[in-house]
């Protein structure tokens, strides 16, 4: 049982430490480790993402998705479980950020079942906790209709845009215009379509006015998540993002 704690709370690397040697944040998850390994079936936590390390809020990549396996700062789920990729596709973004920044700090936060479905509720959950956190950049390779049945996961989105959060929304595979899909057709998300080697929109991408770039990639999802991680590395909030990334990529590419 504390085996399996450490590694959900990312504390087997530090079992042999002192509770003096920890940092601040180290310490608070070693106090939720603690609480979890009591296996009580109701666990009350007030503000338990308080004062955790900053590498876990503002450097971070919070990856809304089917979850993700090892190779991330940390796994959260919105569904109650181990928080697991067992889907395929959330592991795949972490593959995509990290060909990008193989040191990203990346969140996972699991709102999508293993059969790629994911409900408004859980969505929403999701983003407000990314929100909590006060990560750097969300990830949202995800698409769903824009109805009013999802009018909450718009306002979250906007909500997150308000706190200087950066949105990066795939615009979908689906050979429509992206404006009638959430996240891609929301102001303030930076809408990522799939475009080939020669820059040329790949035939399933979604398009429009609101897609703001198209990168090389074989889905949008996996576009969205490279862009992501380029974001997360190179730019800031508070910076005009479009002049930033034409600059960084003019820099790469001569």
């Not at 809304?64 to 700062?73: F, M, Q, R, S, Y």
């Not at 997150?160 to 992206?178: F, R, T």
Request: glycine residues 8%; negative net charge; hydrophobic residues 45%.
């Amino acid at each position: 049982i504390v085996d399996n704690v450490l590694e959900i709370t990312h504390l087997t690397n530090l079992q042999n430490r002192f509770l003096g040697q920890l940092s601040g944040g180290e310490l608070r998850r070693s106090m939720i480790a603690l609480a979890i390994a009591q296996q009580t079936p109701i666990i009350l936590l007030d503000e338990p993402l308080a004062n955790l390390d900053p590498a876990t809020g503002k450097n971070a990549i919070a990856l809304i998705d089917t979850g993700a396996n090892d190779d991330v700062l940390a796994k959260y789920s919105i569904l109650g479980d181990d928080g697991i990729d067992k889907n395929g596709h959330g592991k795949k973004m972490v593959k995509a950020i990290k060909s990008v920044d193989p040191e990203a700090n990346i969140v996972s936060i699991k709102a999508v079942s293993d059969s790629g479905v994911g409900s408004v509720s859980s969505v929403y959950a999701a983003i407000k906790l990314a929100i909590e956190m006060d990560v750097k950049v969300i990830n949202m390779s995800i698409i769903a209709k824009s109805v009013s049945d999802n009018e909450i996961i718009t306002s979250a989105i906007k909500e997150a845009i308000a706190k200087n959060i950066i949105v990066v929304g795939a615009a979908g595979n689906c050979k429509k215009d992206a404006k009638d899909y959430i996240p891609a057709g929301i102001p303030g998300v930076i809408t990522v379509g799939a475009c080939d080697a020669n820059g040329i929109r790949i035939d399933i991408s979604n398009y429009g006015e609101c897609v703001d770039w198209n990168v090389f990639a074989d889905s949008t999802s996996e576009a969205a998540a490279v862009l992501s991680g380029f974001i997360a590395k190179n730019c800031n909030p508070d910076e005009n993002l479009n002049n930033i990334i034409l600059i960084l990529l003019y820099l790469i590419l001569v």
